[in-house]
Structure formats: C-alpha cells, structure tokens
C-alpha cells in the first residue's frame, strides 16, 4: 500500500538557517497539507495547498514558511529563517479530496 | 469548526471492543465527524468519518447518534497495537476547507493485555 514519505526525518539546524522538508505524496494526491506539533502540545494545521496555490493557511503560516510543488511530485515547506519555537515534528499529509487526509512520518525539526 | 469533547484517557481489554465516545452539541449541518489516532509521536492516521450515517471500515465503526451531537468509534476486537490517542474532528468539508483539521487533545486508549 503506498504511503506518504517525507525526509529527512530529523533535521538539525541553526537559529536564522533556511530548512525545506520534504514530502512525497501518493500518487493520486491532489490536496496537501502541512501540520506541525511542538514537543507535548497539539497537531497544528499550518497550511493547504491544491491546484498549485495555497487554499488556506492559519496565523502561524507567516512569511517565514513557503510551501512548493516544483515537479509535481515533491511537496516541500521552507522555512527561511529558522527560530527557536519552530522546533517541533512536521507533517505532510494528503488526500484525493476533501474527506481523509494521509499524513507521513513527520520530519523532526530541532533549531539549536 | 464545532468544538469537540473527549474522555482524556480510557483503558481497554485486549480482544474486546473499544468504544470511544465524542461529544460535539454545537455540530452543524454540514460539519463531518472525523476520527483519526496518533501512535506514539507517529503521523496521524485516518481512521473514519460520517455525515449522519453509521459508517463501518475495516478499521472501525462510527456511530453518530440521530441528533448528531455525539457519536462513538468502536474497535470491535482491540491489540496492543491500537494504543495510541484518538481525535474527534468535527469539521465543514467543502472545497473552502479542504482539509484543515482542528486536533483537539484526544483520548488515550491504553489496550491492555
């Protein structure tokens, strides 16, 4: 059964670094999302994406992070001048609609 | 998105049924419940969803009372392997709100040998 991959799965990096993770969806994939959880606390939406532009994105999606599908299988959040609180596991999901959406492994993200 | 309320924690029997309870009085119409669970740290799972109507997948079951401010996840036959958190997501599904998905802070079933 395909699944949602994302790499790395840890990335380590220093405060004002740019990061991209990455996502590969399935296939049939037409919708994508980013979510993140910070250590202990809630999944967080941050963005969707479908037919090439952002559907919606929430206050913590601010003009730090971008989000691309440059070759139309790749998903990729960047995030361009890390801090500290960005620290947290991200996750990419996606879904054929609007229904159920599959998430990947998640990427865990540590600024130092 | 109506708000949901969850037991923060429950245990369960290996082999029996889980049953997972979700309050949601202030539901609309057009809000969808949605039920996905989160092993240990791991991405979230989609496990099932509804309008009105009982759902049943290979996973589990959805029963959504005939007023729709609760509803029930069962897992007939619990593992070890189904402890995890599990959310509750009432949320509008359209092409305006193509999936953002409001996670609350879940119940913890501890399946227990």
């Known amino acids: 059964e395909p699944e949602v991959t994302q790499t790395p799965s840890h990335q380590v990096t220093q405060m004002g670094q740019e990061v991209i993770l990455r996502c590969v969806p399935i296939?049939?994939?037409?919708?994508f999302y980013w979510y993140r959880q910070i250590l202990g606390q809630k999944v967080e939406f941050l963005v969707s994406?479908?037919?090439?532009?952002?559907?919606?994105k929430s206050e913590i999606f601010d003009d730090q992070f971008s989000v691309e599908r440059p070759d139309g299988s790749n998903f990729t959040l960047k995030i361009r001048s890390t801090k500290l609180e960005d620290s947290a596991m991200y996750f990419c999901?996606?879904?054929?609609?609007?229904?159920?959406?599959?998430f990947g492994p998640g990427t865990r993200l540590t600024v130092t | 998105d109506a708000k949901t309320t969850q037991p923060t924690s429950m245990d369960c029997a290996e082999g029996r049924a889980a049953n997972l309870p979700c309050n949601h009085s202030?539901?609309?119409?057009?809000?969808?419940v949605y039920w996905y669970r989160q092993i240990h740290s791991q991405g979230p799972q989609y496990i099932i969803h509804?309008?009105?109507n009982n759902e049943t997948n290979e996973m589990a079951s959805l029963i959504i009372t005939e007023d729709r401010k609760s509803s029930t996840l069962i897992l007939p036959h619990a593992t070890l392997r189904d402890t995890a958190v599990y959310y509750c997501i009432v949320r509008v599904t359209s092409n305006t709100n193509a999936g953002k998905s409001t996670f609350g802070d879940g119940t913890t079933l501890t399946v227990k040998p």
């Open positions: 202030t539901i609309s119409g057009n809000e969808y």
């Open positions: 994406f479908y037919n090439n532009e952002i559907s919606e």
């Open positions: 296939s049939n994939h037409l919708y």
């Open positions: 509804g309008l009105k």
């Open positions: 999901a996606g879904g054929t609609g609007f229904y159920e959406q599959y």
